[in-house]
């Protein structure tokens, strides 16, 4: 039984300590947050204990930890984590700054502890199809990754001011997805973008609407767009093309309900944000971590892959600037 | 917190309590059943006891029941739970005899305590979904009502001599959807129906394909195909045709994934059997069941529910052998 | 040069003369009609000529008949055409009466003409696509039959009254197709059936909405349902399910565009009525007519056929009176 | 009745010419080509004559023309009509060079009549269906067009050589539809390519695989991909996102059939390729320049249309030289 101490109690925080109690191969024991009456009330929830973060990482029956707090603690923790000698899942990103992920991989390395790093939509049941697929040579060489990435609502100016921008936030994600399903590392990048969505947005100094082409040495083509809103819901959806064929995963629905009559035939939305969307993908990331904690799985997303994406997202905001194709 | 005795640790005693034990409003205090190891192996996973049935039901602490054993238990221990004043919840069907429902159905009036049988399938969120489209009038009066209901494979013979036959078995959660969306009691019956997939199914005096009508005093009409075989998987699907529209409900898939290549467009099955098909449907019926425990709500299918549907399914039985409609 | 007379002058003779137009191996010399302005239209539209049909039949230039008059002429104008040598296609049905039917198969007969009846869902390009995959055993032997069928909306009093009934009017082309695709002929017949969409179709003696069993020798059955009435559009399904699979056509859409809002996902309803719908199926099935007329193809949809649909038709009308399963 | 000379009797033209013929409105009176069997064939087909350029644009009777000989020949043809006074409906491109096009438009705005350029995809029903809900203010401001065009099959090389490239003889197209459906100017090009298909493209100095990003003024974005291959058909797809939701039309289908089994669901391909998927369009192309010439409708896609796609395809091009944002 492997005993887990989670930094972070808020939204996705509750998700991952959820999915602990529900794992029959771990428990937690220790919840960590700034937020004495968040950390209190999931430890109830969950039979854990509150405690501050060195007595956590001082407790060597503590095997793991999970990273769910805010960002700005992301490479903290994991090195603190990884010099005691614990085995670290961190939700993305590992920072928004690129010097201070060098300096956190290269403690990382010198720990010699296995990071995950939380890019969930790996884990989603589909988009895990859709790559064995092309493993399996389904759809021959992979010749054009086409990914659409679209949030239900603007979030919070306040929010993002802190987030690192639409391409660090964000797209991140779907950087990650296309280095994964091009097979092929980017070497240039060339972004697009506007203030569409919410005025504040702009007045922050980000973007909303953005759309994104990557392309590899050997040639391959990736197009991502993303918004910040979708009246309809969370838009997920990813196309790739080979030389044999196409294979595409797209959203889940609330209910296969459909209404046919004078107007058309109406179906149900995709459902509605990330929890709800990713919900199996949360459950299969902290499975796989769990292996990856037993040492029987290496991490499917490492810390290296948290900081390819995020070296995508950095040549994004200079291409945006420079209005020219930046080379990666 | 309810307490709650679950009788039966199969295959769906575990679903039900998994669902208990994960419910914030419930807990798994007993577990009973003939087969010790299975009781056992169940408590253990849910912290619960096995114990006799008397001993648990003279536990003035037990609030509720959940009757997950075999068919031919399920009236003795309504009854017997009843008497003792606890709410039940027990899996279809009440009974196999309609004398015996009859006495069951007595007996439970009597006791004056609400009982709950497991019709799964209206809790399904898209099933739930379409019934509402018919009572907020977005179909108009309804005219015909149409189900596919076809298991993935057919089950082994041992079972369906015990099972009561097709209609009492299988169709009967057909017959169940069909009083429901119908919002009229049927008044005639015609079954056809032939043994086309395993002749076991035949030499035990069964069928394994059937088609049934339904009629009700208004003249609407019902039409229900089963069938013991699916190669694509569990396939449950109903449209409801009105004066203004159609209203359906389809298949869940394992992915959203599609191949399109040179031999066309090719997209995931359905889900493979119920199990997975109706988790959803199973965790909203524990929760309905606990809102019928607390007084909060009426058992959305009650003992008189499944005695009509058992009604329906002897009709169709009559049928099949007078070849003749027969009336209800 | 295939040289054609076509008997009929109104919706369906339109298609049909267009279509002889519109093909590089045939032309429209003749057409017949009782109302004579009908007939001078379009003739004139085709460059054809108006005659009265004794002179049609006389003139030994004409090789082959279309016959789209109203249904209490087509019996005897196959009759004359056949004795005249004339290649015949005539709509359906051959006659309400099976008594004049089977004198009109035995003129035939006699003759030695091919007479090809207008069962133009047969020449649809999904359904015989579905055909063919039966055809080539891509489902097994065929088990069950699923017919959805449903018209846009219930048709004049007048012409209820003179169309022989929904049965023989309507389910006929049902009845068609299901003796096609279970590839064994049915030897039992039960309908039921309600005047629900138009109280003055019940006036007429005549019910809008049916669900229909059939069940074969072998035990293979069918199940057709119908309305008069379908808010969408014109409602025309298959499902063929056999012990490998279920190979299912559906609804062309009159576009492909989808809506997808706060109300959901609304996208465009099926092909409004028979002219769209079965456009292609129309121009097929005169393509293989031309191929019969030259010898080179049997009907696809003999006079037989005519013939054993309309028996189908006459046993739901049995059927539904008795409220038994009819044998024929 | 309109008199028509057709330049061009190939492929496209063969199309045309047999639009023309099926239409009430209009006749064909001459085919010009320079391969005599080729317009003789085309001519007798339709009961047209074969003239010399001169001689059909110099006879009174001719009111229009239609120009669907080889890229090289339109500029020229285009201002020879326009002199004579004739209406003119011409294949795009233009001309392969922004000069050429330039002195073209002069022409025509000299001579005063109509010029309809064949950007056949905004005649195609769903196509058109789509830009009426944007029209309609069904999504909103429009933020985002995302348009996937991908050609069954690589040309050949040697069209490849004559084709002016990939941007300019594919995309055009696409350029075309985004301009339509951004409702602004696009005023920055970014392109990014490759030759992923097949090298004799790109020894004939072409790519085959494309993606591209447009912003207009106010920052609406388009993200087109192309490409030269499709194992499963044509694939022409386009979505339209905007503040309240987003449109979206697809391929249309060979037909509605789809196999369930053990291996999953498999649907139809999406058409072949433009003759097939566009049969449509081009009889409404054709419908819609007879309206044109009659003065009851100006050009949906006007010369300057053709100019301004154009434009896109050049900046385009450089855009892929230099790596960088090119302004429009």
Redesign the interface.
Known sequence: MLEICQFGAGRIGAIHAGNVA?HPGATLRYVVDVDRKAAEALAAKHGAQVVEADAALADPRIGAVIIASSTDTHADLIERSARAGKRVFCEKPVDLSMKRVDACVAAVRAAGVPVLIGFNRRFD??FA??KR?IDDG??G?V??V?I?S?DPNPPPPAYVKVSGGLFRDMMIHDFDMARWLLGEEPV?V?A??????DPAIGAAGDVD???V?L?TA??????I?N?R????GY?QRI?V?G???????????????????????????PLHFFLERYAEAYRAELAHFLEVAAGRAKPLTSIEDGRAALRLAEAAVESLAG???VAV
Chains 1, 2, 3, 4 share one sequence.
């Open positions: 529900a049941p589909s199809a859709l697929a389904r759809v060489p010749e054009l086409q659409t679209r240039e060339f697009s973008a506007s203030c569409l969505v609407t953005a759309a082409t392309r050997s040639g391959r083509l990736a197009a767009t918004s809103r979708a009246s309809y838009d196309e093309h030389a044999k064929g196409c294979v595409s995963a797209g959203n889940r629905t609330e209910t296969t309900v459909a209404l046919a009559d004078a107007g058309g035939v109406t179906g149900a939305k209005r020219r194709a």
